[in-house]
């Protein structure tokens, strides 16, 4: 047994330090990033994903995000015939990004639609497990690589660096940051295992970049200010899934309770996602998710606005003209409080 005792970070624990700059309009600030990938190809996006769970990931929020240059890594659920439509399109396959996991009917149905879109561009792919630890995994982007030399492989997640170089090594372009930081994830609860997301990023970004890879962090982003964060500590990519529920183009289930409409927002290890695709929970494992209503909110457009808004303004802060140049003008601050919660009790939202 060993106990690492020196402290990691999650978001709530640090703030930015402002700092003097030349930029004088938050307009000023270019968001769009330009990727070149290890595997050669480059791509241009803001880089915030909508996570690929089927309550965010949809072909609805793909469109929304679309129109401001955002990307969606679709669920994994959806039929191939469907997958085989979206992607046929090319501004869907150089934005968005197809979802799997890692098992034979997978990648059966991943060979099956790439066989058929109806596009000359490689898809984004997102190699998603919940334990990226396994030595199967890393033999599975190993193959998967030399069967799609072209694609933008994203694979995850873990936490650390040393496992960050083994995926990039493997053939990774991209790798998958956080390990139970999720809104609706139980597996720290369940295991009592994980890692703070802030440090997580900051160290997983180090191992990437020096390999000339990048990281996505994903997971734990609860407000506008954690992207700031998370570009902050070096992550090259963000995505989220909670900040993104519960939004007309969301997809989970509307539920009507008096007056008031909430919309459902599960994890894709809960009870409710098992049952819903796997016929329930196995009797080997237990669920590491959950089920949350959260109140119905209407069309995403705005939530985007505010998002990117809360990111232009980060930068302005500390006088970085681009995204990309974020984590070089960032200094954290150790908090032991992040605002000032006068109005939260007893106060009603107006
Ligand atoms: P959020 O943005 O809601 O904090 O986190 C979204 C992320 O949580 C997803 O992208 C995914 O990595 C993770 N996630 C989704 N469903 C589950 C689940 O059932 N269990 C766990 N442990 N993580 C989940």
């Known amino acids: 047994m060993n106990i690492e005792s020196d402290v990691k970070y999650d978001f709530q624990d640090v703030l930015i330090r402002p700092k ?57 659920h959806y039929p191939a015939e469907i997958l085989t439509k979206f992607f046929s399109s090319s501004i869907n396959t150089a934005a968005h990004w197809y979802s799997m ?14 066989s058929k879109v109806d596009c000359s561009l490689p898809l984004n792919i997102c190699i998603d497990v919940a334990n990226g630890y396994q030595e199967s ?42 390990i139970g930081p999720g809104s609706v994830c139980t597996t720290r609860l369940q295991t009592g295992v994980g890692y703070p997301q802030l440090s997580a990023i900051i160290e997983c ?44 183009e969301s997809g989970g289930e509307l539920i009507q309770e008096g007056d008031r409409s909430y919309r459902k927002y599960y994890g894709m290890s809960s009870e409710e996602a098992m049952s819903k695709y796997s016929g329930g929970v196995a009797h080997y494992r237990s669920a590491e998710g959950r089920l949350v209503l959260v109140p119905n909110k209407g069309p995403v457009e705005q939530a ?13 802060y500390v006088g970085a003209e681009r995204l990309k140049e974020l984590s070089k003008r960032t200094t954290f601050v150790r908090v032991m409080r992040q605002h000032n919660e006068m109005f939260n009790k007893n106060s009603k939202e107006a």
């Open 20 to 76: 003097r700059s030349t930029l004088s309009s938050r307009k000023d600030v270019v968001l769009e990033r330009e990727f070149k990938f290890r595997n050669g190809r480059k791509s241009s996006w803001v880089p915030i994903i909508a996570a690929n769970m089927d309550t965010v990931g949809t072909l609805e929020m793909a469109k929304a995000f679309h129109e401001n240059q955002l990307s969606v890594a679709l669920h994994k």
């Open 101 to 114: 996991g890692i098992s034979q009917r997978d990648l059966e149905k991943f060979n099956l639609v790439k």
């Open 137 to 178: 995994f890393v033999h599975f982007i190993k193959e998967f690589r030399d069967e799609n030399p072209d694609s933008v492989i994203m694979a995850g997640n873990i936490v650390t660096g040393e496992m960050t170089e083994a995926l990039l090594l493997a053939g990774a372009d991209i790798v998958k940051v956080g």
């Open 205 to 248: 970004a180090d191992a990437a970049h020096g390999l000339k890879g990048y990281i996505c962090a994903d997971g734990g982003i609860k407000v506008p200010g954690d992207f700031g964060k998370a570009f902050g500590g070096g992550a090259d990519f963000c995505m989220a899934g909670g900040l993104f529920a519960s939004y007309d």
């Open 304 to 316: 985007i606005k505010d998002i990117l808004g809360g990111l232009r303004s980060t930068c302005t």
